[in-house]
């Protein structure tokens, strides 16, 4: 997964295994419950990589960011 500023189908399919691994509903929406999990294991010491980037990706997708 590379950044791209657009929450495209490599985010989404990261989004819903995130989801899944959190034990929520893997409907690849980030509704609250998600947010939620998602602060939480940012902050964990083992934090992977690529849900990480999908999350990141996301964040850019909701404010319109494009990478230049």
Do not use: M, Y
């Amino acid at each position: 997964i590379s950044v791209t500023g657009i929450f495209d189908e490599a985010t989404r399919a990261a989004l819903v295994k995130f989801q899944k691994s959190a034990g929520l509903a893997t409907d690849g929406i980030a509704g609250p419950k998600t947010w939620s999990a998602l602060r939480k294991a940012a902050k964990a010491e083992h934090a992977e990589p690529n849900w990480l980037l999908a999350f990141l990706q996301f964040i850019a997708g909701l404010f319109g960011w494009r990478k230049s």
